[in-house]
Each structure stands twice: as structure tokens, then as C-alpha cells.
């Protein structure tokens, strides 16, 4: 059970029910995560996250769908099995198809990988990478 | 140093100058980076992760430079100092501007951030996740 | 199940039971967490980890309460799923209240996020951290 | 070098400025790090990022000096070498003795070992943490 | 649940069924791991994945147990619940007592703490390690 | 430079040389460690920091070289610099030749590739690895 329990909307203060408003409106859906629900008790924490969220995940010089893949695989790459989750629901929801997904996969693979022979074989960084 | 040090393509036995030679005419370059000259001490390991990166970076359902800003997030991380600089270099050869790299280094940020919320209020999976 | 299995106090060598006789006794508590269990089968692993906690955790320059505190900052930031529930626990009965544990976490996320924007800018140290 | 560069105060539009010297009135310092250098190339992020920070580390339920340990408990754990350079000097401004910054380190070393302990040897959350 | 689902034998293309078979016949077993069932709807990334752990757990200069308790301990380190589980029992299949279990995590739970230390010290490399 | 300082044998209080001598006499070398010279300003994590190691790596159930080669595998995973060149040159002193390191390289650079196409195709553990 999350540790300071989940914060159903109709027991929310209003500071948080402004907060929830605002996640359903700005994603279309009438369903607000656990997450949220956990982080309610400290509503300060909820909605700087949540506008923190808000601000990087909106259309800009990357497309929401890149981003959703890049933060699904930043939760696989530390291994977040709620963020992976929901996140996996979330790039779906913008789009990501099977094949995608499996692609992205191997990318964090492959680099959780070579991270690791890169360290462990000591390499030193290249000049030219330098500058 | 690296530990088994870097092996120019002058000293290279065959089997590691013809691992060189594809790295060179798939990238479109006469450049080897420090990373492989630290492998090629391990011609059977050099090949197999050659073999792999070229696999999974190539273009299928995501496409290159989109899997390049994904390297990029996980090596920024997992902290990877080489890494982070020798992608960062290929994610601009493949196009990146530096508005999509402080967009993709703000989500890494937030991914990293909120994975750690997650775990530390103990969320539990959303049903609607499961499926 | 924890692969050697837990060892319960009836069923311990002698010197698993010194151990767990001193949990109790430092801790003021009949009970033994599943963690000392499972290491007893290592009663050499079992004592050195028990004389190191108690050590380490023992009030000094830094009172119990924030050793906890850390100890749990640290679990949740590794993602410890065991230790984040066993940690909030032994936070909570030497003191910390709902609104401490939320400013932890608010704190843990941030130095999550930074700690990777650093890495991802490549930022190098300034020079006055250097002495 | 960062990869967008440190923008200095007298380069920076008028955004990045109003930041810069939030920080500086904020901290009672002249002085700005590399870090807000390097992020001001994404004044969006610069200004989110300076906010949250400002905000979870003011003094609250949790003191300010253990707030700069915490943060520098787990840069410790994610070994991110500026941030520990950094987040020292920001302990000792705070109060932090030498003693105090050891058993700190104590522990969070600790804490990784027994997070490990406890996932290699696969063991079940007690009943009792459960709720 | 396995995001893309459990790809059963029967269920199959050819090309899963072909590495499906080399892993029965290479591990001596008639059973198929979650993991690679989870690969299977990639057939690139099975087969890729497949070949490189055949390749790299093979006898060689260092033994099979000792390469897989390298495994567990790498998998302990990274608090991979499933990679545990299986490398676990890789691990005993291919020799490993009780006793050896033991001191292995007893190494990994000392590598996690010293290697936290040596970075919240801040400590520089020694000349002689460096050549 | 360290945190606190490097502390040279001529200038340590007797109990620091106690240790330090221990460290030499154990491993047959007049050579004290920069890592033993950070932690000796805190003499209580010295001794047991270094009891602890030297209870841990001695000769058991599994041999010093692969201890060594365990602790290198950790460090590599860790991406920990100073570890990974110390425990190169202590595995190198137990006798690990260059085709173990790379072996052993590669068993890490795989161990944590799957690591994350298990988390990140959240494949639930097979039954039989339950038990």
C-alpha cells in the first residue's frame, strides 16, 4: 500500500481536486493514476510535479510520442516497474505501436550494455568528443 | 588509460581491421572511436557488439536519430561519461538541435525524478495497468 | 522465498541466536525482520552486517532519526523495494511524521533530476568545489 | 565542457538574468554555479528547475542542513561526481562538520550494501510493512 | 503481465521456433524461460539476444558457474527481481552450493558499499592504477 | 582532491596505523591505498570497512581471484572509476589475465543489457524459479 495511502478525489482538499482538474482536462481522460493519488498529501509536491510534468511533456522541439519513449526508457533502463507500466499504457496512448516498442527495447539494451563495457574497459574519451 | 589499451587499425590482426573497415563505410567516416579500439583486444566481442549496434540503430520503426536521443537519455542516466559525450556527437551528426537536446535532457530529468517518487511512496500498480 | 530460505529463532545455531538476542535487545523488540532471517544462513555475513549496522546507525554526530531518514533517501533513490518498506518503518518509530517523510521525498526526487541534468550537460566541476 | 557552453551573467537575456539573481539573493552569494550556467541555454528549464529546488530545499519539516545531506547522500549513492563536489560545499555552508559528513557516508554506504543483500537474497517484505 | 505477452512454442513462426529449439538443445532442457517467450514477438531481437549470451556464457578462459555467478551478482547489484530469480537457478544448475551463494553476495553487498564511499569521498585514483 | 584529505602513515594516530598495518601485512605490500587514506579520518569506518573486506575476500567456498573478478564485475555495473582501476590491478595481482578481463567484461555488458529487456518487457518470473 502506498505509504501515506491514495487520495481519492471526492476526500481531496481543494488545492488537490485543482490539481486533478487539471491532469483530466490536459490528457482528455476522466482517470487520474495512482501516482497522483500518492503524491496528494503533500500538495505542494503534487503540483509542482505535475506542472513540472506538464511543461516537459508538451509538444515542442520534440513530439510527445518521442518523449513518452524516452521516458519509457529511462524507467526500464532503472528498472521502475510502476513507471514502466504506466508509461508504457501513456506512449501507447500516443501512439506507439508494438514494433516501436520492441525497437525502443533494444536501444536501452544496448546502451544499458556499452555503458557498462565502456567503464569497465576504462575508455577514454576521444578529443574530438571534447569540444 | 584504457586497460587493454587502444589498438590502432595499423596493429590490428584481420578479423578486427574488417570489423574497422564496416564500422567506417556504415557511418560514412574514416574515424574509429576510442570505444572499439578498447574492445578490439576482444575481436570476438568487438564483432558481436558491432554486429548488435548496427542492428538496432538502423532504420526500422523508430527512426535514427530518434533512437540516437535515446542512447543519449540512458546513457545521461546511468551517468556514463563517455558515453554521454560520444552520443551526444552522434545524436547531432543525426540531426539533433540543441532545443531537442534540452527537451530530451528535461525529461530524462523528470524520469529520473518521479521513478524515485514512485518507489519511495510505495505506489502500487494501477489495475488498469496490469492488462 | 528468499533463496536460502528464512531461519526462524527456534530453529538457529547458537550463534544466529546471540544475533538475533542482540536485535532485540538494541532494538527493544521481540521481533526479527525477514532480512536477518534470510541472511542467518550466513552467520558469518549475518553478524558482521548485524555489528556494522549498529555501529553505523548508533546516535553520534548525526542523530537516529536523520540516519533513518538517509538510509531510506538512499533505499528509495536504489529503488529497494524490501528496504523502502522495512526503512519507512524504522523511520517512522523514531519519529518521522508524514510531513518529514514527504520533504525526503520531495528532496530525493530533486537529487535524482539535477543529478542527471549535470551529467547529461556534461557540466564540468567549478573550480572552487575542486579544494 | 558542457555541451551548450556556461552562459555568463553579462550573456544572458533578461529570463536567464532574473534567475541568476533570484539565486544569488536567494543563496546570499555572488557567486553562480556551472550547473544554472549550463542549463540557461533552456531558459524554460532553468527557471523550473531553479523554482523546485528553491522550493524543496527551504526550511520545512525537515531542516535545511539535513536537506543538504540527504542530497548529498544520494549523489553519493548515483556517484555523480559534481553533484558530490557541489552538493559538499552546500553541506558545509549549511553546518556540516567533518564527523557529521562521515557517518553520512557510513551511512549510505550501508544502505547500498544491505539494498543489495536484500534483492540478491530475494527476500519478502515482512507481513508488518506491508500496511 | 509481459507486454507484448508470452509467445508460446506452439504459437511460433518458424524463425522463433528455431532459437526456441537451439536454446533447448544448447541448455539441455525441454523448458523455455518468461524471457525469451517476452523476446519471441521480436524475432530480430531474440535471435540477436539469443546468439550473444550463447557466445558469451560458453566455456572459455573463465568457467560456466563462475560466468554465471557473475551474472547473479551483476543482477543483485541492478535489483532485477526476474534476472535473480533465473540467473539463481542457472547458477546451481551449473554448481553452485549454498555456501558459494553466500560469499557471492557477500562480495556484492561490500562492492555496492566501498564503491559509494569511494565516490562520496571524492577519492582520486592512485598514480600506479592509472598505467 | 579527497573530501577530507589523504592521511599519510607518518601523520595517522596509532589506531590508523594499526589498520594500516594490518592492510599491509594481509596483503604482503608496503602500499596503503588512496581509498584506506580518505577513510582513516574517520577511524571507526577504517577498521571495520577493512575488517570487513578482509573477512569477505578471504580464500572460502569461492576463490580470491574470482572474488576479484565479482568485485571488478560490481564496479564496472556501478560505473564506479576508482573501483573499477583498483580492482583491475587487485584482480590482475590474483591473477586474471587479459582474456578473463574480457570475458568477464562481457558477461557484465550482457548481464546488464537483459537486466533491462526483462524490466522493460515486464516479464513476471517464471514459476519455477519461485520456489
Known sequence: MATLGLMEYADAPPEVKAVYDDIMATRGTDYINNFWKALAHDPATLRRTWESIK??????????LTKEMVYLA?????????????HTAAARKAGMTDAQFAELMAVVGMANETNRLVSGYQVEIDERFLT
Not at 511543461?55 to 510527445?64: L, N, S, T, Y
Not at 529511462?74 to 504506466?86: D, R
Request: charged fraction near 5%; hydrophobic fraction near 40%; include cysteine.
Open 74 to 86: 529511462v524507467s526500464a533502463s532503472n528498472q521502475c516497474g510502476y513507471c514502466i507500466a504506466s
Open 55 to 64: 511543461q516537459v511533456m508538451a509538444p515542442g522541439a520534440v513530439d510527445p
